[in-house]
């Protein structure tokens, strides 16, 4: 088996990893979750954090054909449009997402043109689909629980959970947003930590616990073993309550207004005013 040669990008407003996914022999290469800076009080986007995944990409002289999301973030806007404008590549994500863009297009009261169908972007990954990064052989795994339409890729001897579980000293994702569920997200997680144990987990965000350095790579071993939320056995039912109590004491993101309406455009964003400006929506006591 080919295993990839796997570099993490730390983005530190959002506390969010990017990675570049590389096939050592043929140089091909998948980005997954990339972010697009965003200041907020000026409502201002900026691509300086992608910029360093494109140096990165030119200085390894590594082709992308892919760019892949975990799922429709609430914590970031995604920059898998520059990605694609500067490296190329085909857009994927799971096959759940029409159920995410349903319910926000409602939640934003989209534009009549807004399709709730994945279209946007170039690939909807059923569950255990099955496609390559040069010599890698990648696998999708439907995680959901955090989201409906969260997925984890498999490639090689790594698997790239997204928002499904951090590192073991921080434990795992909220179930609080709209279709989350938190019996849902312990099933996913256990098929998680149902893979060989030396296999390389990635995780999506890191918040330093305690003051410890950031970190994005554990193994399937220690997260059964140390885990804080689900090691081994911790049951459903225990999990379950935590969860709940946990995610009623927790604030929504920063940037979940702004970050949503992007992402389920697949990165893009909505349709200029009459005037030529572009808008983002802010709806009221809704969320």
Known sequence: MVNPLVTGFFEPKTFSIAYVVADPRTRTAAVIDPVLNFEARGARTATTFAETIVEHVARHELRVAWVLETHIHADHLTASQFIRSRLGGKLGIGSNVPEVQRTFAGVYNAEPGFRADG????????????????DLNAEVLHTPGHTPACVSYRIGDAVFVGDAIFMPDYGTARCDFPGGNATTLYRSIRRILSLPPETR??????????????AWESTVGEERAKNKHIHDGVTEADFVAMRLKRDRELTLPDLI???????????????ADSNGIVYLRLPLNTL
């Open 119 to 134: 279209s946007q972007f170039d690939r909807l990954f059923q569950d255990g689909a099955r496609f390559e990064i040069g």
């Open 201 to 214: 987990v990635f995780v999506g965000h890191d918040y330093g616990p305690d003051g410890r350095p950031f």
């Open 257 to 271: 207004l702004p970050a949503i309406q992007v992402n389920m455009r697949a990165g893009n964003l909505p349709p």
